[in-house]
Structure formats: C-alpha cells, structure tokens
C-alpha cells in the first residue's frame, strides 16, 4: 500500500520513499552507509568548502557523515535523502560558526570593512579565482552569500537558520558583493 502525506484537506501526495540504502544504512548496514557516503560525499565537501572557505572543510565533512550516522535513523523520507542531508549539512557548519562565536565577529558595520581588506592582486592572468575571492569575506558575509548566491535560500530562511534578522542577512548579502566585486575587477 502506497504511503500518503497530507498536504492539505483536500488534496494527499505520495511520500517519499527513503531509498533501500538509506533504509540498510539506517538499520546499522556499514556497506550501505559506505555507498551513501561515497555517492554523497563531494557535494557535501563542496557545500562545506564554501560556506567555510576552506577552513577545516574535511573535518567538517567528516562531522557531517557523524552526524549523518547518528541521525540517520530519524530520517523519514518526508523529502528527499539529499535534501535532508544537505540540511543537516548546512546545520553542522552553522553550529560550528557558532560554537567558535564567529557570528558575534563576523557582523562588522559600516565602511570600515572595506578598508582592512587588501585591494586585488595586480597580476597579468585574466582568470578570476572566485574562490580565492570568496576566502578574503569576512566569515558572516561569506556563509550568506553561499547561501543566498550559491545554494539558493531566501533571506527570510537564511535568518532563521543563522537567527539574524532578513535585514542583517541582506546587507551582508550586499557587502559580500561589493567585496567580490572589489577583487574581481
């Protein structure tokens, strides 16, 4: 019999079926989790890589799949598995933000920001490193940024997953551009 979610009184959708390896895996199957992680593993180093610019991005890769084992056997396929993972993802990174009480140092305001970054590098390439360019933001503006630019979230979610106001998470968005713009000229 087919499982049914209740989007609203009047009309029920199929939920979504967690895959068998997700299933095995959540049952204690080391091999099925070993498959989850090596199918799953370079997008998640890369959503890590960018929210952090690098910073311990394979240590917290690790603590995401950690975190992905211990919590594994919540998952109950209301979404899908990459969704799901990619959120507990993004909320690792941010506990580690705030962990470290990076958040209360990444909210600098006004101008001033713009005078302790260094200019661009004068050098005849005219390829841009976007992520050279993403590692010199201040941290705040740059895990906005990712969320916004890069993964898609809206201010209002990226200020409920970092618990700023929209406001904040938009003129961080708006300074991290300008930073960007800075040094990719």
């Known amino acids: ?14 939920a979504a079926e967690p895959l068998p ?7 204690g199957d080391v091999r099925a989790f070993e498959d989850l992680y090596r199918q799953h593993l370079p997008r998640v180093h890369s ?3 960018r929210m952090t610019a690098g910073r311990d991005a394979d240590e ?5 799949f950690v975190r992905v084992w211990q919590k594994l056997g919540t998952f109950r396929g209301d979404s899908s598995f990459t969704t799901w993972l990619h959120r507990l993802a993004v909320n690792v990174v941010i506990e580690r933000f ?11 305001d006004g101008e001033q920001v713009f005078e302790t970054l260094a200019g661009p590098a004068q050098t005849t390439d005219i390829g841009l490193d ?3 360019a993403l590692e010199k933001l201040p941290d705040g503006a740059r895990e906005i940024f990712v969320l916004h630019d890069v993964e898609g979230y809206k201010h209002h979610e990226i200020a409920t997953l970092l618990d700023i106001s929209a406001g904040t998470s938009k003129a961080q968005l708006h300074r991290a551009r300008m930073i960007l ?5």
Request: without cysteine; hydrophobic residues 50%; glycine residues 0%.
């Open 21 to 27: 390896e997700v299933a095995r895996a959540a049952a």
């Open 47 to 49: 959503l890590v890589r």
């Open 130 to 132: 976007f992520e050279a």
């Open 181 to 185: 713009r800075k040094h990719l000229k």
């Open 1 to 14: 019999m087919e499982a049914l979610a209740l989007v609203s009184p009047a009309r029920a959708v199929p």
């Open 60 to 64: 917290l890769t690790q603590d995401v």
């Open 98 to 108: 705030r962990s470290e009480q990076v958040r209360r140092a990444r909210m600098h």
